[in-house]
């Protein structure tokens, strides 16, 4: 069960339940029982039934706008800078923490 | 709606991550695992007989575990589902942290659907214990490592399927 279509689908695996959904909430919307219970019946169905790898099934659900699609890892010229300053940043964190070791 | 577009409609993580993260300096891109064979199995014995897993890559606690350094550790684990997690531990992985949130664990962990399901005999039974793997960005950690050790766990614990649902 995933929300990252592409990652998966280039990886392999037997059997795919994806979700179109921002990346967090593979198996439902958070506190949505019906879609969760829906979602698991679809995993259960394609555990039973695929009889081939790379089987993918879409679920029939969206997410309430599309704003996710293009906002989540956005490059652009308003925020390059401070992107670059928090490469910078964490590169430096992580040889701090490993100079600790 | 239906429309047409001159895009995909889902998101490439693959193109949307190669170029966040060269825009923060990192001059060589993530490789992708691609497998050219993939492994399939048919389910041993009926769905209602079987006893189904749940492999999660969320984590327990903050900074304990084995994978990585510093606040960047990740843990290999298997907990009991019952009684079930009312928070796991997500903050450290990538998720759309503006779109969503990990409040509900069902979101990502079925916990309490799973159960339901051997509750109303859709499968024989729930394990009772699901299974931890941390993100890795080593995929020889993940396969030689992570992967077995879960293989053990779903033996000890009579497993017939799993399902893994990453964050």
């Known amino acids: 069960m995933g929300c990252a279509r592409d990652i998966v689908e280039e990886c392999g695996v037997a059997r795919f339940l994806f979700s179109d959904f921002p990346l967090g909430n593979p198996c439902g919307k958070p506190w949505d029982t019906r879609m969760q219970r829906s979602i698991v019946e679809s995993a259960l169905d394609l555990l039973d039934r695929a009889w081939m790898p790379r089987t993918t099934v879409q679920t029939p659900f969206y997410w309430d706008n599309d704003g996710w699609r293009d906002t989540f890892m956005r490059v652009d010229d308003g925020n390059r800078e401070a992107l670059a300053r928090a490469g910078e940043e964490r590169r430096r964190r992580q040889a701090e923490l490993k100079a600790q070791r | ?167």
């Open chain 2, 1 to 167: 709606m239906d429309h047409y577009q001159p895009y995909r409609s889902f998101v490439s993580y693959i193109d949307r991550s190669r170029e966040y993260y060269a825009a923060q300096g990192y001059t060589r891109p993530y490789t992708w695992a691609r497998h050219d064979a993939v492994p399939f199995a048919p389910l041993p014995k009926p769905l209602s007989e079987c006893r189904v897993g749940l492999v999660t890559t969320a984590g327990r606690t903050g900074a304990d575990g084995a994978i990585g350094i510093g606040p960047f550790k990740r843990e290999l684990y298997a907990a009991p589902s019952e009684p079930p997690p009312e928070r796991l531990f997500t903050d450290d992985l990538f998720w759309d942290k503006q779109a969503t949130h990990t409040d509900d664990v069902d979101s990502f962990l079925p916990v309490n659907r799973l159960a339901e399901c051997a509750a109303s005999g859709r499968i024989g039974s729930a394990s009772p214990r699901f299974y931890g793997v941390p993100t890795d960005y080593s995929q020889s950690r993940t396969l030689q490592r992570s992967a077995p050790r879960i293989l053990e766990w779903c033996r000890e614990d009579c497993v017939d399927a799993v399902l893994l649902a990453g964050l």
